[in-house]
């Protein structure tokens, strides 16, 4: 088993496995709107939307998100990001990491993800798993202008369950089998917030549909 040091560069990324692979099922997989086919990276939020639901992450501390990385957003006071593609259904991903946590360590320059156990403290770690990454070049939407306020006043809500089972599989990542809570919002039309028993550091949004039914 190889050791490496994660040197944390502006043209590196350090984030937790699990909260990337967790972002990667909201994702869409619509080959229309490529820039929806991987995960808003920030510096200290990862954001994965398909256009019926959204999944943000507070990152944890000790991650890392180089200046360089960015592609977007640079001016403006929060936002700055890229858009980060990989396989998140890959092997590397599901990793044992006795010892600490699984966490991956990118570099723009090279295209490559290395999986490491971080137990916390810093110098060498335990390289585990390899690989490839792509930046996707297009320009993520504006996805705060839709985050849910969950400030209820509705008495009801509808939305597709199996854009809900997205978000679920993706708290699953983090803690299979805990609860959720939606909250509507002022009206009938605005996103609904749904918060995760597995994570505070979850929050997700589902855009509201029409009612049809009877």
């Not at 490529?34 to 501390?61: C, H, R, S, W």
């Not at 090279?110 to 792509?134: A, D, Y």
């Not at 039309?189 to 997700?204: K, N, T």
């Amino acid at each position: 088993m190889k050791t490496i040091t994660p040197t944390l560069t502006p043209t590196t990324f350090f984030l937790p496995a699990d909260d990337l692979r967790a972002a990667f099922q909201c994702i869409s997989t619509e080959q229309t709107r490529k820039y929806l086919g991987g995960v808003f990276v920030e510096a200290g939020k990862l954001i994965a939307l398909d256009g019926n639901q959204m999944m943000t992450i507070e990152l944890p501390d000790g991650c890392h998100v180089g200046t360089e990385c960015f592609t977007q957003g640079m001016d403006a006071p929060e936002g700055a990001g890229f858009i980060l593609s990989c396989d998140a259904t890959d092997k590397a991903f599901k990793a044992k990491a006795s010892g600490g946590d699984l966490w991956v360590y990118g570099d723009i320059e090279t295209g490559i993800l290395q999986f490491v156990i971080n137990h916390g403290e810093g110098g060498e770690m335990s390289r585990v798993g390899v690989l490839e990454f792509s930046v996707i070049n297009g320009t993520y939407p504006e996805w705060r202008r839709v985050v849910a306020k969950g400030d209820g006043g509705t008495n009801s809500v509808c939305y597709d369950p199996a854009v809900l089972g997205k978000l679920i599989k993706a708290a699953d990542v983090i803690e299979k089998g805990k609860g959720i809570r939606l909250t509507g919002g002022a009206t009938q039309g605005d996103p609904i917030r749904v918060d995760f028993v597995a994570s505070p550091r979850l929050r997700g949004t589902l855009m509201g549909m029409r009612w049809t039914g009877a």
